[in-house]
Each structure stands twice: as C-alpha cells, then as structure tokens.
C-alpha cells in the first residue's frame, strides 16, 4: 500500500513538472510570434497568474500567481521559467522546511 502511495505522488509530481515545462513553453514562444508577441503577453499574463495561483494554493500561490503575471507583462522577462521554479520550490525547497 505503501509503495502504490510514494507511486502515484512521484506521478503526480512529474505531472506537474510537464505541466510547468508546457506552460513556461506557452509563455516564451507567445513572445516570438512576430507582430503578436506583445499583445498575446497581455492576455497570457493574467491566464498565467490565475493558473499558478491554482496549481500551488495558499500564500505561495498568491504571491507566484502575481510574479507570474507581472514577469509575462514586463519586457524581456519571458525567458525566465516562473512555473518550472515554482514547481521545484514545491517539490525540493518547500519540502524540505
């Protein structure tokens, strides 16, 4: 019973990690669509921010949702991969406190 448990939270914790890497994706190449990559930034900010204030709930969420946001609204932030490092304080930072 044990093992079937620790198995289905490394599934869920690898789920969540493509979830990140596609999200992250989303974000980064909504950038590189020549004449639409500003303007889809202002509508994937808000998606992004409401997306990770879902997935990691609680202060956290809250506070990764608004940097989320803010980093697909400001300029020459869409490189860095908000969802791929919320995902490793979760899962490596978070749990280790």
Same mark, same amino acid.
């Given at each position: 019973?044990?093992?079937?448990k620790n198995r289905? @939270?490394?599934? @869920?914790?690898?789920k ?5 890497l596609l999200?992250d994706?989303?974000g980064m190449?909504?950038f590189?669509?020549?004449l639409i990559?500003?303007?889809?930034d202002?509508?994937?900010a808000?998606?992004s921010?409401?997306i990770? @204030?879902?997935m990691h709930?609680g202060?956290?969420g809250k506070? @990764?949702?608004i ?7 400001l300029p020459?932030t ?18 280790a406190n």
């Open positions: 019973m044990e093992q079937h289905t @939270a490394q599934d @869920a914790k690898f969540d990690l493509g979830l990140s999200l994706t989303i190449v909504s590189s669509i020549p990559g500003e303007f889809s202002v509508i994937w808000p998606i921010g409401l990770m @204030a879902k709930q202060t956290h506070v @990764a949702g940097f989320s946001f803010l980093e697909e609204l020459v869409d490189f860095i991969p908000t969802f791929t490092i919320m995902w490793f304080y979760k899962y490596y930072i978070k749990k």
